[in-house]
C-alpha cells in the first residue's frame, strides 16, 4: 500500500490552487447545520458520500476550517498511484482487489486514528455514485476497518451535493449527520447505515428549501 506522506510545501502549493478552483467552478459552498463538538481525546472517521471526481476538493476545503488534525484520506491506489502529488496532501490507498493490501491498509488506519492529532476520510460506497441513486452501495469494508480499533474513536457521516440553482455555476451544499460512537457502531452497522442514507434525504430536502446555517466561501 502507499501511505501518507504529508509536507508543508505540497500544502502551500495546493491550497490556494483548490480555492481558486473551487470559486470558479462553484457559486456557494453552503451548511445546512453546524459541524458537531469533536472532543480532543477522541479518534475521528469522517464518512461522506461519494458523488464526483470533486469530493477530496470539497473534504479538504470544508474540513481544515473546522479541524486541527492531520487529513488522512483513503484513495483507491490505481487512483493515487496516477495522482501521487495526492499523498503529499495526506492520501493513502486502498486496493479492494488485494486481501494483502486491505489488511495493510486496516492496520495503518488504525494507527492514524489511535493518533488524536489525525483524522480519517472514507468514502463507504467505495466508488462514485449519483446522489440521487435508491438504493446506495454501502460496503462492509468501514465495518471491517473500525474493528481493528482499539482506542475510542467517533465517526461522522457527511452529507455533499452539487445543487443547481438560478446562477451559471452549481452550489455545493453539506450536512453533518449524528455523530456515532466507534466502538458501539461496530455491533450496530445498520444504526450508521440507515443515518448515513437519512443524513442524505435531510440534505436533499434542505438543499430543495434552501435551508442553510452558514456560507462558507468568502467575498
Same mark, same amino acid.
Given at each position: 500500500?502507499?501511505?501518507? *506522506?504529508?509536507?508543508?510545501?505540497? /500544502?502551500?502549493?495546493?491550497?490556494?490552487?483548490?480555492? =481558486? !478552483?473551487?470559486?470558479?467552478?462553484?457559486?456557494?459552498?453552503? @451548511?445546512?447545520?453546524?459541524?458537531?463538538? +469533536?472532543?480532543?481525546?477522541?479518534? #475521528?472517521?469522517?464518512?461522506? =458520500?461519494?458523488?464526483?471526481?470533486?469530493?477530496?476538493?470539497?473534504?479538504?476545503? #470544508?474540513?481544515?476550517?473546522?479541524?486541527?488534525?492531520?487529513?488522512?484520506?483513503?484513495?483507491?491506489?490505481?487512483? !493515487?498511484?496516477?495522482?501521487?502529488?495526492? %499523498? %503529499? #496532501?495526506?492520501?493513502?490507498? +486502498?486496493?479492494? *482487489?488485494?486481501?494483502?493490501?486491505? +489488511?495493510?491498509?486496516?492496520?495503518?488506519?488504525?494507527? $492514524?486514528?489511535?493518533?488524536?492529532?489525525?483524522?480519517?476520510?472514507?468514502?463507504?460506497?467505495?466508488? $462514485?455514485?449519483?446522489?440521487?441513486? /435508491?438504493? @446506495?452501495?454501502?460496503? %462492509?469494508? @468501514?465495518?471491517?476497518?473500525?474493528?481493528?480499533?482499539?482506542? *475510542?474513536?467517533?465517526?461522522?457521516?457527511?452529507?455533499?451535493? +452539487?445543487?443547481?440553482?438560478?446562477?451559471?455555476?452549481?452550489? $455545493?451544499?453539506?450536512?453533518?449527520?449524528?455523530?456515532?460512537?466507534? %466502538?458501539?457502531?461496530?455491533?450496530?452497522?445498520?444504526?450508521?447505515?440507515?443515518?448515513?442514507?437519512? =443524513?442524505?434525504?435531510?440534505?436533499?430536502?434542505?438543499?430543495?428549501?434552501?435551508?442553510?446555517?452558514?456560507? #462558507?466561501?468568502?467575498?
Amino acid at each position: 500500500m502507499i501511505k501518507a *506522506d504529508h509536507k508543508k510545501y505540497a /500544502r502551500w502549493l495546493f491550497i490556494p490552487y483548490m480555492n =481558486n !478552483l473551487l470559486r470558479k467552478n462553484f457559486s456557494h459552498f453552503y @451548511l445546512v447545520n453546524d459541524f458537531p463538538e +469533536i472532543p480532543v481525546d477522541q479518534g #475521528l472517521i469522517i464518512t461522506p =458520500n461519494h458523488i464526483s471526481w470533486w469530493d477530496g476538493f470539497f473534504a479538504e476545503y #470544508l474540513f481544515k476550517k473546522f479541524l486541527n488534525r492531520k487529513l488522512h484520506i483513503m484513495m483507491l491506489e490505481e487512483q !493515487l498511484k496516477r495522482f501521487w502529488f495526492f %499523498k %503529499k #496532501l495526506g492520501a493513502y490507498s +486502498i486496493n479492494p *482487489d488485494s486481501p494483502r493490501s486491505i +489488511i495493510e491498509t486496516a492496520n495503518y488506519t488504525r494507527q $492514524i486514528v489511535n493518533s488524536r492529532e489525525n483524522f480519517v476520510v472514507t468514502y463507504p460506497q467505495g466508488e $462514485i455514485e449519483s446522489f440521487e441513486k /435508491r438504493p @446506495l452501495t454501502l460496503k %462492509k469494508g @468501514l465495518n471491517y476497518f473500525i474493528k481493528r480499533i482499539e482506542k *475510542d474513536f467517533l465517526l461522522l457521516p457527511v452529507g455533499f451535493k +452539487i445543487h443547481y440553482y438560478n446562477e451559471k455555476y452549481p452550489s $455545493i451544499i453539506c450536512r453533518f449527520g449524528l455523530l456515532f460512537e466507534g %466502538k458501539r457502531t461496530v455491533d450496530a452497522y445498520p444504526f450508521y447505515e440507515a443515518a448515513f442514507m437519512t =443524513n442524505l434525504d435531510m440534505l436533499s430536502k434542505a438543499a430543495e428549501e434552501k435551508s442553510f446555517v452558514k456560507y #462558507l466561501f468568502a467575498k
